[in-house]
């Protein structure tokens, strides 16, 4: 794999799963709330892969963000992602 592309990769789970979850659980102080606006976001950052690519995206990436929350670490994900 490119290089730059596995670091894309990263510093996506570091945008949304890390940085961006978290924002959004100190607003709404759920983190079920947070994990299902984060990935509302996502999908629809996404959406220019096409709906169908950005389902599947969604549909692979409920286990990772269940794995973040349960374990508190971004690591699945980004091991997952790359």
């Known amino acids: 794999m490119d290089p730059s592309r596995l670091f894309g990769r990263i510093c996506e789970e570091l945008a949304f799963r890390g940085y961006l979850q978290k924002q959004f659980q ?10 299902l606006f984060q990935a509302i976001v996502f999908g629809v950052g996404h959406l220019y892969e096409g709906v169908g690519a950005a389902a599947r995206n969604h549909s692979f990436r409920s286990p990772v963000r269940a794995a973040r929350r349960l374990g508190k670490s971004l690591r699945p994900g980004m091991i997952a992602h790359a």
Not at 26 to 33: E, H, M
């Open 26 to 35: 100190a607003i709404v102080g759920s983190s079920a709330l947070a994990v």
